[in-house]
């Protein structure tokens, strides 16, 4: 299974993005969901994630800017960050728990999208 990220690019300060990922073809279901980023320099961390059992977890550097969501219909994850700063800069990786067709389940990351916040 393969997680296709998309809607990074360049946005100015104070912009937002919103993310997407799901999964290329189709697949059953999507679970535990989430983002982490890697700025330039810098460890990977965690951003956003949608546990199993429907808990929401936040990095407290972007909670209240940045919001993860789930569309079960259309198995895609999202994050709509706002009030994006410099230091939004970042490759961004998204992380589903996905279900097949044929009942398997795996643990599967997108190749990352970059996010460049500047003027």
């Known amino acids: 299974v393969q997680l296709q990220a998309s809607g990074g690019g360049l946005v100015q300060p104070g912009g937002s993005l919103r993310l997407s990922c799901a999964p290329a073809?189709?697949?059953?279901?999507?679970?535990?969901v989430g983002w982490d980023r890697q700025a330039p320099g810098k460890q990977r961390e965690m951003a956003a994630r949608?546990?199993?059992?429907?808990?929401?977890k936040y990095a407290d550097s972007v909670k209240g800017r940045f919001t993860i969501s789930k569309d079960n219909a259309k198995n895609t994850v999202y994050l709509q960050m706002n009030s994006l700063g410099p230091q939004g800069t970042a490759v961004y990786f998204c992380?589903?728990?996905?279900?097949?067709?044929?009942?398997?389940?795996?643990?599967?990351w997108g190749q990352g999208t970059l996010v460049t916040v500047s003027s």
């Open positions: 992380n589903a728990v996905v279900g097949t067709w044929s009942g398997d389940w795996g643990d599967y």
């Open positions: 073809g189709s697949v059953w279901k999507i679970n535990g």
């Open positions: 949608i546990t199993a059992d429907g808990q929401i």
